[in-house]
């Protein structure tokens, strides 16, 4: 099939609403279809489009613009509004459904807030934040107080959607002999979920959180002007006359999906059943659940385990000692334990464990992009040279220190990539950490990212996951 | 950050070490100075075989031994402040002077404060937040500290460091203070001159450590308490513990593996090619001028030539880096393979001697291309004139050259305020092929 000619194409929700889409307003659900046409979707190309507005508790009906300085008290009801830096204005998606026209679901990511949190600061450097995804996002920054500047009024908005299939590389045919045309729905995150405050350091890295007074009074957010803008590729005649044609074929693709589960003990196996038959990764974060859906904490945050009594600004870290992935009740794919305990007791870098977690994300040996160092996770700069080769180090222009980028992570097959079978079979992760029982429940988000095969007929589409 | 690397050499802030040591709010002593950290490690070894992208055989080699030699920790290890107050010529500048009979030691753990000037210059010591250095004590408890003049002369020895601390404690930029513990006898009674120091030491006189007693450790002495005596003990040294080698397997299917077996007693037997790398040393005699220096290399499959310029006198000093290029007022370089030049034109190095160091594009296109045919994928060029090199891509593209026929040499030219005499370590990458035939390994 020979491609004639890219276009450049944008479609509106289908369900505007009278004002604009917010999780307060009563507009959480936001609806786009891409027409069943004889053309091939560049999935990675992708991205929604609109303007972003934060509305301080106090302020409406006037509604005026959040004023971030750094000069600005630690608390009122203007100041002290902002959204996690490093998901931005993503933080807003709570589930993204994609599916074809004939309504067959082919992916569902929930809790896809949370699945950015670790991905992209495992795969994108603090010059990435601070300007390719900055431009694109503007809330993204590598500094909460940085993304906090950049949200002082309304915002316009151009995101990748990173969910499996559009991640991917491969073009998904729109046409009768395809997909018969994609249905994407977005479902806003609440409030509370979505907005917190941010933090200043001092010169000793000492931190102080801002945050709008009282958090219960509610900021909320509103999105509006959304469309959906992509590339298609147009085949030549016969291509088109081809795609138009029912007919028999089949498109791989990855998929991501999420499990809840919560941990409240210190030696704790978690079995999940996964469903999916080629399965490529498996990576948890956690959060105490308190800090979900509250005002006064970003839900977003990427933590250690924590014990109770911790806050945004000084966690009650319980460290982890030892992680054991399990298939079946076995030991799998590591024959051996992770253990971590010394390190982590230690504040220095838990290594088996974060190359694992890494690794489930993105191959290690091509890890090359990355927020996460020893600033970001332990509060040890690494910015000097050797010998008085005097380089400008200045810590406004570094990361924000011990916010975390934690988690736990395998990647099931990374020599093949075919992927592991998991439909019959139980995964388990078994976590030993310092976590003080039934006394501190942590959330875990378990993220899945599988091999799906989508097969199209006349008869229909099926996935087989 | 996994590997146990750390950019960052400002005492308290390094992942070696816990405890911020930050003497201008406490008195740090042997109970709260810092502690060595045991980090966990996880790194590749930067081999063809260990490394590569193929799965290895192991049921056809019947196994493989890996081998690691560990190095000199003299060459393995370095002082977090370089040189800085080692050695008399790298002293710190004394503020307040001494004079003769100071020091005296009424008990056994009397001590003589010793106050260094305030500053950012290496001859200074300061502990500032907002500087580009933390804090920039180079001394530890426990270490023996010398005075002399600034020509070396009327040295002397002043004592054990005990504890140190700001001589305005809890203000900014107060004097860097040690507090000695002096190896001599208590005083007699009624107290004679003889007692304390035998010389006076004027302000700006050198304060310095002695590299061998840190090396080495210090032998016990009776007029030291004997915590003191422990930590000035102490030589430097690393362990490793723990290791293991982590390796993914694969199961091949029984039918590949017969045919493998089948393969290997044949007569043609089973080949595998594997990266790898040929190490050549050249001790570079001259120092200015156009050097010239010939690479015995005779692999037939090479990717990449990487030449480290090396300080002779740095190899076994933990003063200094031993495993750094140096720079050395270098302005140009050029491979000559036969009779060809590569490059075409002399790669410029010169502005890699500017007052900070600038780099020259060209090397660092030069430079990432060798690298990259080697299979590293470029992730960071900051900071080039700290760890420098030069290097050159024999081929692209994945595709092969051919070294063997011809002489490999390099010309460096240094000008003439070049100083250092170096040793240069030249790594032929290239391909080498493994056959087992008839139950028989080679390589060549």
Same mark, same amino acid.
């Given at each position: 099939?020979?491609?004639?000619?890219?276009?450049?194409?944008?479609?509106?929700?289908?369900?505007?609403?009278?004002?604009?889409?917010?999780?307060?307003?009563?507009?959480?659900?936001?609806?786009?279809?891409?027409?069943?046409?004889?053309?091939?979707?560049?999935?990675?190309?992708?991205?929604?489009?609109?303007?972003?507005?934060?509305?301080?508790?106090?302020?409406?009906?006037?509604?005026?613009?959040?004023?971030?300085?750094?000069?600005?008290?630690?608390?009122?009801?203007?100041?002290?509004?902002?959204?996690?830096?490093?998901?931005?204005?993503?933080?807003?998606?709570?589930?993204?459904?994609?599916?074809?026209?004939?309504?067959?679901?082919?992916?569902?990511?929930?809790?896809?807030?949370?699945?950015?949190?670790?991905?992209?600061?495992?795969?994108?450097?603090?010059? /990435?934040?601070?300007?390719? +995804? %900055?431009?694109?996002? &503007?809330?993204?920054? !590598?500094? *909460?107080? =940085?993304?906090?500047?950049? $949200?002082?009024?309304?915002?316009?908005?151009?995101?990748?959607?990173?969910?499996?299939?559009?991640?991917?590389?491969?073009?998904?045919?729109?046409?009768?002999?395809?997909?018969?045309?994609?249905?994407?729905?977005?479902?806003?995150?609440?409030?509370?979920?979505?907005?917190?405050?941010?933090?200043?350091?001092?010169?000793?890295?000492?931190?102080?959180?801002?945050?709008?007074?009282?958090?219960?009074?509610?900021?909320?957010?509103?999105?509006?002007?959304?469309?959906?803008?992509?590339?298609?590729?147009?085949? /030549?005649?016969?291509?088109? +006359? %081809?795609?138009?044609? &029912?007919?028999?074929? !089949?498109? *791989?693709? =990855?998929?991501?999906?999420? $499990?809840?589960?919560?941990?409240?003990?210190?030696?704790?196996?978690?079995?999940?059943?996964?469903?999916?038959?080629?399965?490529?990764?498996?990576?948890?974060?956690?959060?105490?659940?308190?800090?979900?859906?509250?005002?006064?904490?970003?839900?977003?945050?990427?933590?250690?385990?924590?014990?109770?009594?911790?806050?945004?600004?000084?966690?009650?870290?319980?460290?982890?000692?030892?992680?054991?992935?399990?298939?079946?009740?076995?030991?799998?794919?590591?024959?051996?334990?992770?253990?971590?305990?010394?390190?982590?007791?230690?504040?220095?870098? %838990?290594?088996?464990?974060?190359?694992?977690?890494?690794? *489930?994300?993105?191959?290690?040996?091509?890890?090359?992009?990355?927020?996460?160092?020893?600033?970001?996770?332990?509060?040890?700069?690494?910015?000097?040279?050797?010998?008085?080769?005097?380089?400008?180090?200045?810590?406004?222009?570094?990361?924000?220190?011990?916010?975390?980028?934690?988690?736990?992570?395998?990647?099931?097959?990374?020599?093949?990539?075919?992927?592991?079978?998991?439909?019959?079979?139980?995964?388990?992760?078994?976590?030993?950490?310092?976590?003080?029982?039934?006394?501190?429940?942590?959330?875990?988000?378990?993220?899945?990212?599988?091999?799906?095969?989508?097969?199209?007929?006349?008869?229909?589409?099926?996935?087989?996951? | 950050?996994?590997?146990?690397?750390?950019?960052?050499?400002?005492?308290?802030?390094?992942?070696?070490?816990?405890?911020?040591?930050?003497?201008?709010?406490?008195?740090?002593?042997?109970?709260?100075?810092?502690?060595?950290?045991?980090?966990?490690?996880?790194?590749?070894?930067?081999?063809?075989?260990?490394?590569?992208?193929?799965?290895?055989?192991?049921?056809?080699?019947?196994?493989?031994?890996?081998?690691?030699?560990?190095?000199?920790?003299?060459?393995?290890?370095?002082?977090?402040?370089?040189?800085?107050?080692?050695?008399?010529?790298?002293?710190?500048?004394?503020?307040?002077?001494?004079?003769?009979?100071?020091?005296?030691?009424?008990?056994?753990?009397?001590?003589?404060?010793?106050?260094?000037?305030?500053?950012?210059?290496?001859?200074?010591?300061?502990?500032?937040?907002?500087?580009?250095?933390?804090?920039?004590?180079?001394?530890?408890?426990?270490?023996?500290?010398?005075?002399?003049?600034?020509?070396?002369?009327?040295?002397?020895?002043?004592?054990?460091?005990?504890?140190?601390?700001?001589?305005?404690?809890?203000?900014?930029?107060?004097?860097?203070?040690?507090?000695?513990?002096?190896?001599?006898?208590?005083?007699?009674?009624?107290?004679?001159?003889?007692?304390?120091?035998?010389?006076?030491?004027?302000?700006?006189?050198?304060?310095?450590?002695?590299?061998?007693?840190?090396?080495?450790?210090?032998?016990?002495?009776?007029?030291?308490?004997?915590?003191?005596?422990?930590?000035?003990?102490?030589?430097?040294?690393?362990?490793?513990?723990?290791?293991?080698?982590?390796?993914?397997?694969?199961?091949?299917?029984?039918?590949?593996?017969?045919?493998?077996?089948?393969?290997?007693?044949?007569?043609?037997?089973?080949?595998?090619?594997?990266?790898?790398?040929?190490?050549?040393?050249?001790?570079?005699?001259?120092?200015?001028?156009?050097?010239?220096?010939?690479?015995?290399?005779?692999?037939?499959?090479?990717?990449?030539?990487?030449?480290?310029?090396?300080?002779?006198?740095?190899?076994?000093?933990?003063?200094?880096?031993?495993?750094?290029?140096?720079?050395?007022?270098?302005?140009?370089?050029?491979?000559?393979?036969?009779?060809?030049?590569?490059?075409?034109?002399?790669?410029?190095?010169?502005?890699?001697?500017?007052?900070?160091?600038?780099?020259?594009?060209?090397?660092?296109?030069?430079?990432?291309?060798?690298?990259?045919?080697?299979?590293?994928?470029?992730?960071?060029?900051?900071?080039?004139?700290?760890?420098?090199?030069?290097?050159?891509?024999?081929?692209?593209?994945?595709?092969?050259?051919?070294?063997?026929?011809?002489?490999?040499?390099?010309?460096?030219?240094?000008?003439?305020?070049?100083?250092?005499?170096?040793?240069?370590?030249?790594?032929?990458?290239?391909?080498?092929?493994?056959?087992?035939?008839?139950?028989?390994?080679?390589?060549?």
């Amino acid at each position: 099939m020979n491609i004639n000619q890219k276009e450049h194409a944008e479609v509106f929700p289908i369900n505007p609403p009278s004002g604009a889409y917010s999780f307060r307003g009563g507009f959480p659900i936001v609806q786009f279809q891409i027409a069943n046409q004889n053309k091939l979707l560049d999935p990675s190309s992708l991205r929604l489009n609109g303007t972003f507005k934060m509305i301080a508790p106090t302020l409406p009906p006037t509604r005026a613009p959040l004023n971030n300085t750094s000069a600005a008290p630690v608390a009122d009801s203007n100041t002290g509004i902002n959204i996690n830096n490093r998901v931005g204005i993503a933080s807003t998606i709570h589930q993204m459904t994609i599916s074809t026209l004939s309504n067959q679901t082919l992916e569902t990511v929930r809790s896809y807030g949370r699945y950015l949190a670790s991905v992209v600061p495992v795969t994108h450097s603090q010059s /990435d934040f601070d300007m390719t +995804n %900055q431009v694109q996002n &503007p809330a993204s920054a !590598s500094r *909460s107080f =940085n993304g906090a500047h950049a $949200l002082n009024n309304e915002v316009s908005f151009c995101i990748p959607l990173r969910s499996g299939l559009l991640s991917g590389q491969n073009f998904i045919p729109l046409g009768t002999s395809g997909v018969n045309g994609l249905q994407l729905q977005l479902e806003l995150a609440a409030d509370s979920a979505v907005i917190s405050g941010y933090e200043t350091y001092d010169k000793a890295d000492a931190a102080t959180q801002m945050l709008f007074n009282p958090p219960n009074n509610g900021a909320f957010y509103e999105l509006a002007d959304l469309t959906l803008s992509y590339n298609l590729y147009v085949p /030549d005649e016969e291509g088109q +006359n %081809q795609m138009a044609m &029912p007919s028999t074929g !089949s498109l *791989s693709y =990855n998929s991501i999906s999420q $499990l809840y589960s919560v941990i409240n003990s210190s030696d704790q196996t978690k079995v999940l059943n996964l469903g999916t038959s080629n399965t490529l990764s498996v990576f948890h974060n956690f959060i105490p659940t308190n800090q979900i859906n509250n005002y006064a904490f970003d839900s977003f945050s990427t933590g250690q385990l924590q014990n109770s009594g911790g806050t945004q600004i000084a966690p009650a870290n319980a460290t982890l000692n030892r992680v054991t992935f399990i298939r079946g009740g076995l030991k799998f794919p590591l024959e051996y334990d992770v253990e971590v305990q010394d390190a982590g007791e230690a504040d220095r870098p %838990q290594t088996m464990n974060t190359i694992n977690f890494i690794n *489930s994300i993105k191959p290690y040996k091509f890890y090359n992009h990355s927020l996460m160092s020893t600033y970001t996770n332990q509060g040890i700069i690494g910015t000097i040279g050797f010998n008085y080769a005097k380089t400008p180090r200045n810590k406004n222009t570094l990361p924000d220190p011990k916010a975390e980028i934690f988690g736990v992570g395998i990647s099931f097959d990374p020599l093949s990539k075919v992927g592991v079978d998991f439909r019959r079979t139980s995964y388990g992760v078994r976590l030993v950490s310092q976590l003080q029982d039934s006394n501190s429940p942590n959330s875990i988000f378990t993220y899945v990212r599988a091999r799906n095969t989508l097969t199209y007929s006349p008869a229909g589409i099926a996935v087989t996951s | 950050m996994f590997e146990g690397l750390n950019a960052n050499p400002s005492t308290g802030q390094s992942i070696y070490w816990s405890g911020d040591e930050n003497w201008d709010a406490q008195v740090i002593s042997e109970s709260n100075d810092s502690t060595a950290s045991t980090l966990q490690i996880q790194m590749p070894l930067q081999d063809g075989i260990l490394n590569g992208d193929k799965v290895f055989p192991v049921g056809a080699t019947e196994g493989l031994r890996l081998h690691l030699t560990l190095d000199a920790v003299s060459r393995s290890c370095n002082y977090q402040w370089g040189d800085k107050g080692v050695e008399q010529p790298n002293g710190v500048l004394l503020e307040t002077a001494l004079a003769v009979g100071d020091g005296k030691k009424v008990a056994i753990d009397s001590t003589l404060n010793i106050v260094i000037q305030q500053g950012s210059e290496k001859n200074k010591i300061e502990v500032n937040a907002d500087s580009t250095s933390l804090n920039t004590n180079p001394f530890s408890v426990g270490d023996c500290v010398y005075v002399s003049d600034a020509d070396g002369n009327n040295e002397e020895r002043l004592g054990i460091i005990s504890s140190y601390f700001s001589s305005t404690p809890g203000v900014a930029d107060g004097n860097f203070t040690m507090a000695v513990c002096r190896d001599a006898a208590i005083q007699a009674n009624p107290p004679v001159p003889a007692d304390g120091l035998a010389l006076a030491h004027a302000q700006g006189s050198f304060v310095f450590v002695k590299n061998s007693e840190r090396v080495n450790g210090r032998p016990s002495s009776v007029n030291i308490p004997p915590t003191l005596n422990l930590a000035a003990a102490v030589p430097i040294s690393f362990s490793i513990e723990n290791l293991e080698y982590l390796v993914g397997s694969v199961s091949p299917p029984a039918a590949y593996t017969a045919a493998m077996n089948t393969q290997m007693m044949s007569g043609k037997g089973l080949a595998m090619d594997f990266k790898t790398y040929s190490t050549y040393r050249v001790n570079l005699t001259a120092k200015i001028g156009l050097t010239n220096q010939l690479i015995p290399a005779t692999a037939q499959r090479a990717y990449s030539c990487l030449s480290v310029p090396l300080s002779n006198a740095a190899q076994i000093d933990m003063a200094a880096d031993s495993l750094g290029g140096v720079i050395d007022h270098c302005q140009n370089y050029q491979y000559v393979h036969g009779n060809k030049l590569i490059p075409d034109r002399p790669v410029p190095l010169e502005r890699y001697n500017n007052t900070p160091p600038h780099i020259d594009a060209l090397h660092l296109i030069e430079l990432e291309k060798a690298l990259l045919n080697c299979g590293f994928p470029t992730r960071n060029l900051q900071r080039m004139p700290q760890h420098f090199l030069i290097g050159r891509a024999f081929s692209k593209y994945g595709q092969v050259a051919e070294l063997f026929g011809e002489d490999l040499s390099l010309r460096v030219e240094y000008s003439g305020e070049a100083t250092v005499e170096k040793i240069f370590n030249h790594y032929i990458c290239h391909l080498r092929r493994m056959t087992i035939s008839n139950g028989r390994t080679t390589a060549f």
